[in-house]
């Protein structure tokens, strides 16, 4: 099916079944622990080994000798492989350091060795045997020190401008020029990355964590050398990935190598320092934002830049731009570069680009505001557009940020915040209100299904959509309800396999509207082969109730389907009405924080956060997705950074012990607001995304409140008691 043409009345907008907080039809599985996550596929294959990966202990350099003698003499040891043994190796699309290194070492912690014993005990054991000396080389760690080597990024769109940004920010009456910095971020997911490999003859199975299926079945193969047909990924619980797990990774590639050599599966869980310093992270930015404006505070001009720092043929961290898209001005200057670091892969992490973007922009927002003597939401809304910035002649599919920050502002009560900072005190404690705005893009992506109706009356749908824990299997199994009229009960879903069609997968907030788009396409095939089978009109036909009807003619859905059941296959293909209209999603967030005045502890006392994301598909798990990016945002503006030992190369904190993310404590009540609005731009769902919304902008609106409580700005994340505490107002 293309989609080309604005979504017009349709069988989703029934609402029977969409649209309704269902609770997850996974759940009762994930509760009694009967969900399989892959390293715990006991059911799947006989003869399990245990691999343990040695990485690499240092940044950058090659390995100079390798004694594998002690290790292989251990007890239970079958086999160890690294790059001598492994066979001619490529390397997947989606990766920018090799998956197995050797003699040549292009991080800290890259993957040099696999040993694989009987028993995870023998093999962790074993690989503590492994010698391994190594010839290191100057590496570069830092990025305010490359800061100034960093160039234009190959094949990016990374410099943007309109009008003359320099000129009109020269004679602007207001001007602001701030500079900020996010550091380098972990996913910190529970679950390990973690495979199971089996052979059979020369067909590979893979039994992941991974969010992308196609893209990791197809990366494994090309890493591997073999055809794509040959490989089969299995994926249907996720623990948790937030771009972590969208690429192939070590543990995959490892288990199918140590399987292959050892003649047997081999399973492999990656340790959790191997999660932070071999897998892919948040990198850090550095970023300039100048704004100028009129004394009545019309933007006439505003600038983005950033810096941020990969390993060679590595892509920037895109902080710029949510600034190209979301405030007026006809004078405009976005730019990225990029700077070499040796240190671990940089990549998607949760709402890449706009997450940290938004924390320097939407501060800087504030700031002009406090200039100007604006309120920090009139600002905004007097800087609303209704079309591309940079591009006049688009408009917004739909925009509804001022609708947020209005609603928002009543709801938290907004109307009692003191302008000036550091006035509102509750016997210790300074209080403060902070605000941001929250963007991110709406992206859309072809996407396959597969629906059967079988003589139960039963709807299966297969897809190789994954559920990374945001709800995919109820939302998925809410359309195919919606689509066929039957009830929830009666679908089965069944995710996360290569061998089905495939899916958007999960990641960028583009997977529950691309997926149920998919369904649906799938589900409008099998409706016209059930009225067909009956002799009905499929345009006239009606689906409700487990039966198709027409005028006076009626049939179970059981009855159409026979004894060999229906089947019909479809994708959802997109035309070009993203480039006619620009879909994106917006919100607002609102925080309060109390800071102690004697020693500036932060606890955050409430948050609200106002989307406005097309249709909401389920508004429970919508709710779960955007609390919990709302809790990863003030884990951004708080306390989350890997620490960079910038003669090593290595981030120092690599374990849940020392990479601090919040806690159940750490997070007062939350609410969430979803704008009732369709978007029929976007797809027959009528829906967008929001799963990254959540986190877009609740730094910044932290990062205000603090400074609205105490009247210390703080530009350089996260805002930890060292930089607050100095500059704290003297206690009477």
Not at 290 to 319: C, M, N, V
Request: charged share 25%; net charge neutral; glycine share 10%.
């Amino acid at each position: 099916m293309k989609f080309d043409t604005p979504a017009t009345t349709n069988p989703i907008d029934q609402l029977k079944v969409v649209g309704h907080p269902l609770d997850r039809i996974d759940g009762p599985l994930k509760t009694t622990g009967k969900a399989p996550y892959a390293y715990e596929r006991h059911d799947v294959v006989a003869r399990q080994a245990y691999g343990h990966v040695v990485g690499a202990s240092i940044a950058k350099g090659r390995i100079a000798s390798m004694d594998l003698a002690a290790a292989k003499a251990a007890p239970g040891v079958i086999t160890i492989v690294t790059a001598r043994n492994a066979g001619r190796l490529g390397k997947g699309k989606m990766n920018t350091a090799r998956l197995l290194g050797g003699p040549e070492i292009q991080h800290y912690h890259q993957a040099v060795a696999l040993v694989v014993a009987e028993t995870f005990e023998q093999a962790r054991a074993a690989a503590q045997l492994v010698r391994i000396d190594y010839v290191a080389t100057k590496g570069m760690f830092d990025l305010a020190e490359a800061k100034g080597l960093a160039t234009q990024p190959k094949g990016e769109d990374a410099d943007s401008s309109a009008g003359d940004f320099n000129g009109a920010f020269a004679a602007a009456p207001v001007r602001f020029d701030g500079t900020y910095s996010t550091p380098d971020h972990a996913h910190a997911m529970m679950e390990p990355h973690a495979s199971i490999a089996a052979w059979e003859g020369d067909r590979l199975t893979v039994w992941t964590s991974n969010q992308m299926i196609d893209w990791g079945a197809s990366d494994m193969a090309k890493t591997l050398g073999i055809p794509k047909e040959k490989v089969r990924l299995i994926s249907p619980f996720i623990g948790g990935g937030f771009g972590g797990k969208l690429f192939l990774r070590a543990d995959a590639v490892l288990a199918a190598l140590g399987a292959r050599a050892a003649g047997r599966p081999v399973k492999v869980a990656l340790q959790r320092p191997l999660m932070f310093n071999n897998t892919t992270h948040r990198p850090a930015t550095i970023q300039r934002v100048r704004i100028g404006t009129t004394q009545g505070g019309k933007i006439t001009a505003i600038g983005h830049e950033s810096w941020s720092g990969d390993l060679p043929e590595g892509k920037p961290e895109t902080a710029v731009n949510q600034t190209r898209l979301l405030y007026a001005g006809p004078n405009r200057m976005t730019a990225m570069r990029l700077a070499v670091l040796d240190l671990p892969e940089g990549n998607a992490m949760r709402a890449p680009g706009e997450a940290p973007g938004m924390m320097a922009l939407e501060i800087a927002v504030d700031e002009v505001a406090e200039q100007l003597g604006m309120d920090p939401i009139d600002f905004r809304v007097l800087n609303d557009t209704q079309v591309d910035p940079e591009k006049p002649a688009r408009p917004f599919s739909q925009r509804r940020l001022v609708e947020c920050l209005r609603q928002g502002a009543e709801r938290f009560g907004w109307a009692q915040r003191l302008a000036k900072p550091g006035q509102r005190r509750e016997g210790r404690w300074l209080v403060g209100l902070g605000v941001a705005a929250a963007f991110r893009n709406n992206l859309v992506m072809k996407s396959a299904a597969r629906v059967r109706l079988d003589k139960q009356g039963l709807v299966t749908v297969e897809t190789d959509m994954t559920d990374i824990g945001t709800g995919s299997y109820t939302i998925i199994a809410q359309t195919a309800a919606e689509m066929m009229g039957v009830p929830i009960e009666k679908v089965v879903v069944r995710l996360g396999d290569s061998r089905s069609p495939v899916s958007a997968g999960s990641g960028g907030q583009w997977g529950a509207n691309s997926s149920t788009a998919g369904v649906y396409a799938a589900c409008v095939k099998l409706r016209e082969a059930v009225a067909r089978k009956v002799g009905l009109d499929a345009k006239d036909a009606v689906f409700t109730d487990g039966e198709v009807r027409s005028g006076d003619r009626r049939f179970k859905l059981a009855e159409a389907a026979g004894e060999q059941g229906l089947s019909a296959e479809d994708t959802m293909e997109y035309g070009d009405l993203d480039k006619k209209f620009q879909q994106s999603t917006f919100g607002a967030h609102f925080v309060e924080v109390g800071v102690d005045a004697f020693t500036g502890e932060i606890r955050v006392r409430r948050m609200l956060a106002v989307c406005a994301a097309g249709r909401i598909l389920n508004p429970k798990s919508a709710r779960s997705q955007v609390i919990g990016a709302m809790t990863m945002g003030v884990g951004a503006a708080l306390m989350e950074e890997l620490v960079v030992d910038k003669r090593r190369g290595f981030f120092v904190n690599h374990d849940l012990a020392g990479y601090e993310v919040p806690v159940h404590a750490d997070i007062p009540h939350q609410e969430v607001i979803f704008l009732d609005e369709t978007d029929p731009i976007s797809s027959p769902m009528k829906a967008k995304g929001v799963g990254e919304l959540g986190i877009c902008g609740v730094g910044a609106a932290v990062a205000n409140a603090i400074y609205n409580a105490t009247g210390v700005r703080v530009r350089n994340y996260p805002i930890t008691l060292d930089k607050l505490l100095p500059h704290l107002p003297a206690v009477a």
